[in-house]
């Protein structure tokens, strides 16, 4: 069956950085545009990086332009969010999700997927 398993969350002091991991199993992977999105307790879920599916295209909102990079190995089938100069506004439940046909700003944007993961922990306190 399909999955998408994230993992590499965790308590990161602001300042830090952490990489989150994206392992995809069960559709043809190199077909999706995958995205990270991030969920904060009473906020709507928001596209943070989206990636095409030869990683030519990417798309990032203004919120972390320049401290996150997102990348995917199509020959591991994962994907990944590296995370740099991290905030207390960070702090939020992490997803990976893939779309078939689809731009990465549709994507993100629009937070369409037809595949969801269950989500990472990141938390950015002192």
């Known amino acids: 069956q399909v999955q998408l398993v994230e993992s590499g969350g965790g308590l990161v002091q602001p300042g830090g950085s952490l990489r989150l991991s994206c392992a995809a199993s069960g559709f043809t992977f190199d077909d999706y545009v995958i995205g990270w999105f991030r969920q904060a307790p009473g906020k709507e879920r928001e596209g943070v990086s989206c990636i095409s599916v030869r990683g030519l295209n990417l798309y990032y909102p203004d919120s972390v332009t320049g401290r996150f990079t997102v990348s995917r190995d199509n020959a591991k089938n994962t994907a990944y969010l590296q995370m740099n100069s991290l905030k207390p506004e960070d702090t939020a439940v992490y997803y990976c999700?893939?779309?078939?046909?689809?731009?990465?700003?549709?994507?993100?944007?629009?937070?369409?997927?037809?595949?969801w993961g269950q989500g990472t922990q990141v938390t950015v306190s002192s």
């Open positions: 999700a893939a779309v078939q046909f689809s731009t990465v700003q549709a994507m993100c944007v629009q937070r369409t997927a037809n595949y």
